[in-house]
């Protein structure tokens, strides 16, 4: 059944998703949806405390309120204290992009009607599959609308005395949370070698231990970059991307974040079968390239592509 003939266009839509920093950016085609085929609609995101900023710059946010599931709403009193605090109650639709429990029972207490997905289609990326869940309520039609993070601002003033941006600089993002999906250490070395060689300067990012130890290895055969690991909150993430303009990463919120602020972007994905449902469709950002199990030669060739020329 459609209902889009009986839906206002000011309606409040609450989007649920309180996983990691690239599921939230994931979001970002169907909260421009919304405000497309509702303009008057007002967009409330849900998110994790740690990804507060991940969601509240997104087009079409509104706000954010954080659902903080390891702290202050931890379990069933923790929940209870959410709902009640919670400054949007009775909103129109609750949307919660993944299978989770707490996040629909939560959706229940605070919105008219929830909607979630139902059959995923995984010929669809998982930015459609969540765009595609307002064709529950219209028969719009849902575009795939590319990704946008709109941050402003310079490069953060603490990071202008080692980053020249009058030199070849290039991001470097290798790790993930997921083992499976990292930059093999004997790759990143012959691809830090090769961009420095080649005059880059490389900027390593990351967050964790995984990533101090995954730099503590890059220097240890020899390599030289600029350590930005565990230095950056999300904004200044953003920003170094924007101002740079120019990134490497493998499957992770980084990833996302590059090609969404308009960064020019290598994907690499290192686990099978896997680029073509949560990496983004060259043909929608002609800001990415994407690749499964790159050699060191095919990234710096995508480098050169013509419509990378204008940041290097």
Request: net charge positive; aromatic share 12%; hydrophobic share 40%.
């Amino acid at each position: 059944m459609n209902f889009s003939r009986n839906i206002k266009s000011n309606k409040t839509f609450l989007v649920f998703n309180t996983a990691a920093f690239g599921d939230v950016l994931l979001c970002n085609s169907l909260v421009q949806n919304i405000k497309n085929i509702y303009p008057e609609s007002k967009v409330i995101f849900i998110a994790d405390k740690n990804y507060r900023d991940a969601a509240f710059y997104q087009k079409g946010v509104d706000d954010v309120v954080i659902y903080d599931k390891k702290g202050l709403n931890k379990g069933i009193l923790g929940l209870i204290k959410f709902i009640r605090s919670f400054p949007y109650k009775n909103a129109d639709y609750s949307i919660v992009t993944y299978k989770n429990f707490r996040n629909r029972l939560i959706s229940k207490f605070l919105a008219k009607k929830t909607l979630h997905s139902k059959n995923i289609n995984k010929n669809f990326s998982m930015q459609e599959v969540h765009a595609n869940i307002l064709a529950q309520i219209t028969d719009s039609e849902i575009v795939n609308f590319p990704i946008k993070y709109e941050v402003e601002g310079d490069l953060p003033e603490k990071f202008r005395g080692f980053i020249d941006k009058t030199k070849k600089n290039v991001v470097f993002c290798g790790i993930s949370k997921n083992l499976i999906k990292d930059f093999p250490i004997d790759l990143a070395v012959e691809l830090v070698n090769r961009l420095s060689s080649q005059g880059y300067n490389v900027i390593l990012t990351g967050a964790g231990q995984k990533s101090k130890t995954f730099a503590d290895e890059l220097r240890q055969n020899n390599c030289e970059f600029i350590d930005m690991v565990n230095k950056t909150t999300i904004v200044e993430l953003a920003q170094l991307l924007k101002t740079v303009g120019l990134l490497i990463s493998v499957d992770t919120g980084t990833m996302h974040l590059g090609y969404a602020v308009g960064a020019q972007t290598v994907c690499t994905f290192f686990e099978q079968n896997t680029k073509d449902y949560w990496g983004p469709s060259e043909k929608v950002y002609k800001n990415a390239k994407v690749f499964q199990n790159p050699t060191v030669d095919e990234i710096l060739n995508a480098l050169n592509l013509p419509e990378f020329n204008d940041n290097l």
